[in-house]
């Protein structure tokens, strides 16, 4: 299968690797309901899904970051962070979706026999659920979290260790 970029030469690719958040599935909604949990334990009203959603891709951090104004190493960040990664914990796949057209392109993917991955920087007690949850967990050719290697992406770690568990050197291994 020849995938095509806009604006770039035709790839030939032999295994295409999916970040999770933001592209794969749209977990904002999940998330959004485990930050306004933590809100309201705080007293505070709950923040629309339109405001927490651009910060969905930056996990905790970027979410405590706009839910309370907080970051790594402030007083409370890090009691925030354990209550909201159990509030999402406790509801992790209730709204989380597949994005418009996901699953038709993961069914191409599978008619074709082409593998498809998932490398994401989410801690792997909460990938493997959201896939279990969208029923893709025993379809992925392999699943790489952000605790898989020692170190998140951008760092190359992830996507090396995707190609290393599909058998395919990296240029071989689209990934988006």
């Known amino acids: 299968m020849r995938l095509a970029l806009k604006h770039a030469p035709k790839v030939s690719a032999r295994a295409v690797l999916f970040d999770l958040d933001g592209t794969l599935a749209d977990t904002a909604p999940d998330l959004a309901r485990a930050l306004n949990r933590v809100r309201a334990a705080q007293g505070l009203e709950p923040m629309p899904l339109e405001t927490t959603r651009s910060y969905t891709s930056s996990g905790a951090r ?7 104004g907080l970051e790594p190493g402030d007083a409370r960040y890090e009691t925030l ?12 796949c209730v709204d989380t979706r597949l994005f418009e057209g996901m699953a038709e392109l993961l069914d191409q ?10 490398v994401t920087n989410k801690a792997e007690r909460f990938t493997f659920p959201v896939l279990q949850g969208l029923q893709l967990g025993g379809r992925a050719a392999c ?3 952000g605790d898989t290697t020692g170190r998140l ?13 599909l058998q395919l050197p ?7």
């Open 62 to 68: 970027g979410l405590l970051k706009i839910g309370f």
């Open 81 to 92: 962070k354990l209550q909201f990664l159990d509030f999402y914990a406790a509801e992790i």
């Open 153 to 165: 992406k951008p760092h190359p770690d992830p996507l090396l260790h995707a190609a290393a568990a």
């Open 109 to 118: 993917l599978d008619r074709e026999r082409l593998p498809w991955g998932v």
């Open 170 to 176: 990296p240029a071989a291994c689209l990934y988006g």
């Open 143 to 145: 699943i790489v979290g």
